[in-house]
T-cell receptor
Framework: LAKTTQPISMDSYEGQEVNITCSHNNIATNDYITWYQQFPSQGPRFIIQGYKTKVTNEVASLFIPADRKSSTLSLPRVSLSDTAVYYCLVGDANQGGKLIFGQGTELSVKP | DAGVIQSPRHEVTEMGQEVTLRCKPISGHDYLFWYRQTMMRGLELLIYFNNNVPIDDSGMPEDRFSAKMPNASFSTLKIQPSEPRDSAVYFC????????????FGPGTRLTVL
């Protein structure tokens, strides 16, 4: 399974755009890139998933360059409620659902 | 759907006691996962099932840990005997399809072993 590397922590202010980059140099052809969000005392929650280029949903955007060795989660206009830990995961569609969570990025949004 | 249900939400026990954690996955989901989360080790996958059959238990820390899934709507994670280092939050998650499908996590069980 491909290993991911992301910043341990980030700080931001309300209303700003936050970009969290994840490195996955050993990503394989069958791997998808998935981001989860975890609030304190809760289980992780799916945010967004992509294979290449750009994916956007109502919560975030995911940018994946052509070589797929990194990805960037973009949160537009964050609020205090976006304070959470964000996990980048790389998973093989043929590996039966097994996902490995890394250390995550602890995002702190300040007023 | 009520989502993934876990019980109990909190468990405090003494070293050496048996602990049983319970999980009810989302109806119709074929995959069930057990995770453990600690400050030191983060979120670790312990074991997962497909159609009630254990597929990968390589994350189970030792023989004191066991997991079962007797039917599609129920799974247990048992620790016997428990030790203080087992203190953690244990999450159960389920998903409909294999591979990259979204995993839905339960609220977790916070276990404290004294």
């Amino acid at each position: 399974l491909a290993k991911t590397t992301q910043p341990i922590s980030m700080d931001s202010y309300e209303g700003q755009e936050v970009n969290i980059t994840c490195s996955h140099n050993n990503i394989a052809t069958n791997d998808y890139i998935t981001w989860y969000q975890q609030f304190p005392s809760q289980g992780p929650r799916f945010i967004i998933q992509g294979y290449k280029t750009k994916v956007t949903n109502e919560v975030a955007s995911l940018f994946i360059p052509a070589d797929r060795k990194s990805s960037t989660l973009s949160l537009p206009r964050v609020s205090l409620s976006d304070t959470a830990v964000y996990y980048c995961l790389v998973g093989d569609a043929n590996q039966g659902g097994k996902l490995i969570f890394g250390q995550g990025t602890e995002l702190s949004v300040k007023p | 759907d009520a989502g993934v249900i876990q019980s109990p939400r909190h468990e405090v026990t003494e070293m050496g006691q048996e602990v049983t954690l319970r999980c009810k996955p989302i109806s119709g989901h074929d995959y069930l996962f057990w995770y453990r989360q600690t400050m030191m080790r983060g979120l670790e996958l312990l074991i997962y099932f497909n159609n009630n059959v254990p597929i990968d238990d390589s994350g189970m820390p030792e023989d004191r840990f066991s997991a079962k899934m007797p039917n599609a709507s129920f799974s247990t994670l048992k620790i016997q005997p428990s030790e203080p280092r087992d203190s953690a939050v244990y999450f159960c998650a389920s998903t409909l399809l294999q591979g990259t499908d979204t995993q839905y996590f339960g609220p977790g069980t916070r276990l404290t072993v004294l």
